[in-house]
């Protein structure tokens, strides 16, 4: 239960922060001669204000809950979920405020530049034509990667599944366990990575860009950080068991096709990144079902359906 509740305080305190701060940076308020310190203070204030009465019917909640399984002191329990939820809700409200960037009285040139005059640190890879399109696509200052609470913890889960992967690969001397890792962490983190609503705005569209390369260019960027994930468990397991260099190989080229189906899922659906995931990941269940009836064959009607939606998310792009 306090575990449960700090998590469910951490969730409530960053999404309500990161909407108090879209408010705050609201297009209508560019106007106001508004400093980063007054909007985060704004944002702040709204943030408490909404936090407050989620806090007291988190507390009204769990005493009642124990008053009616007739538990002692159901009094004290209210109090300690609420202080347990405020103590969760708080920390990532404050991280995510203290994360804001002023992107009101600054172009995309000023915010590419580093005010200590190095370079940003997407800028070898996010600067090619049309430039800072994966920043666009991540709701990022150009070239800067904002630290959240979020990105420290995918770091850690995905750090602690490679570790854990490589390590039963070295004790059991199969490249098995390193390979699927790297190949299961892989796609995950391309399609948590991938973004595709850039596609729907008209700013894009009108634009002299062709439907492919535009594609292209949102996809770069999350398949070189897929690439760079599955090449530390794929180097551990060919260290494992050398002889079996063929299985990360193939790894890496199942997870390059997967890689681009998911594109194609998620450049069909532009501004729903979780129906995407979830059609695709449906769509492979379905798939792998049906191979064990009809074998490979199946693959074709899966290509035929990832050519579909591409041919579709073209007509979207090109046509409204």
Known sequence: MPSALLILGGF???ALARLCLSRAFAPF?????????????MAAVAACALGVPIVFIVAAAVGLGCLVIAKPLAATWGLGAAILFGAGFCATAVLCLRSARDLVDADTADLARDPDGRRPLLGAV??????WLSSWAWDLPAGRIVLS???VGAAILFGFATV???????????AVPAAMAGLTGGLLVFMLSARFHPLDSPVLRTAPLGFTRAWLRLARLPLQLSVAYFLLPAVAALAAEPSAWALPLASGFWLLALNGAYAVFAAYFMTSPFVAALSFLGSIAYTSYESLEYGRTVLIGFAALVLFLWHRAQRRYRHG
Do not use: M, Y
Not at 126 to 131: L, Q, V
Not at 164 to 174: L, P, Y
């Open 149 to 151: 609470w979020r990105l």
């Open 12 to 14: 409530a305190g960053n």
């Open 126 to 131: 996010d600067r090619s034509t049309p430039a």
């Open 164 to 174: 854990v992967a490589a390590s039963i690969s070295f004790v059991r001397h199969d």
């Open 29 to 41: 308020l560019k106007a106001l001669p508004l400093s980063l310190r007054e909007r985060r203070r």
